[in-house]
């Protein structure tokens, strides 16, 4: 892998073997992508919330192949997923993600377990699932054997027959919203109110449109996949556009095999 960007001496310079970036021609350690994906330090006033999202899209706008990530992404890809699920403090899902892709919780990694230690963190990240309807089968790994005990991020008018049931399933419900839906300004500040300033959303397209609507989006991780599938797949973000485009700025650029791994960002003035 090497990095396109920043410019530095490093990136412009030859790379042993042919071709030129820093660290081209070889894999990068676990550590140097911790490096690379570092959240922001805490400001004067101590840790706030930083919500990045990480996604894949291929040439032609496609986040999903048969309704599925994983037929477009790349085993460096999964690398980088790994790597930003170990610096996380809470993964922020989807109901139809975690249908879809049958999510299992948080796993602690040896590797990040030190990295993790330092920096107050659990052994591994909780999963926050965002539902109106908890329409979820609790049966699942996600709730039943959870490192972590996995989150429930819905609204107060949520049927109490199934927050019961999440709850009977060992989930821990969070209330985000007025109404039967979640807000997603209220459930960034709710998980910073429970410890989580390190935040992590992987989707799906639905949800993360709704934080980009709602302006809550802090930086985006989007790895750029050298396919064409053509069809009619989501895009990275779905629902009601914006009324003015929200401008990000490139943080980084790496590249492996064609793959682009771009990080974008906006500045805590930007709030």
């Not at 109901?95 to 659990?122: C, H, I, M, N, S």
């Not at 309807?133 to 972590?148: H, M």
Request: hydrophobic content about 45%.
């Amino acid at each position: 892998m090497r990095r396109l960007f920043p410019v530095t001496d490093e990136t412009a310079a030859p790379a042993p073997g042919g071709g030129s970036g820093e660290g081209a021609g070889r894999e990068w350690s676990l550590a140097e992508l911790a490096a690379a994906y570092a959240y922001p330090e805490p400001g004067p006033g101590g840790p706030a919330p930083w919500l990045r999202a990480n996604m894949v899209s291929t040439l032609d706008g496609a986040a999903q192949h048969d309704g599925r990530s994983q037929p477009i992404s790349s085993a460096t890809d999964m690398r980088i997923f790994g790597t930003l699920r170990a610096l996380a403090d809470v993964v922020v899902v989807g109901a139809e993600t975690v249908r879809k892709e049958g999510y299992r919780p948080a796993r602690a990694r040896e590797d990040f377990a030190a990295l993790r230690e330092a920096a107050g963190q659990r052994p591994a990240p909780a999963i926050a699932v965002v539902t109106a309807s908890l329409d979820l089968d609790f049966s699942l790994p996600l709730f039943t054997s959870p490192l972590v005990p996995t989150l429930i991020l819905t609204g107060a008018a949520a049927a109490p027959d199934r927050i019961a049931a999440a709850e009977k399933a060992g989930a821990r419900v969070v209330t985000a919203g007025d109404g039967i839906g979640v807000d997603p300004a209220r459930a960034v500040r709710a998980l910073a109110d429970l410890g989580h300033t390190r935040l992590l959303t992987e989707g799906g397209p639905r949800l993360l449109g709704q934080m980009v609507a709602a302006g809550v989006l802090d930086e985006l991780c989007l790895t750029v996949s050298p396919m064409l599938t053509a069809g009619d797949a989501q895009r990275i973000a779905g629902g009601p556009g914006v009324t003015v485009p929200h401008r990000f700025g490139l943080v980084s650029m790496l590249e492996e095999d064609g793959f682009l791994f771009t990080r974008y960002g906006r500045s805590r003035a930007a709030h």
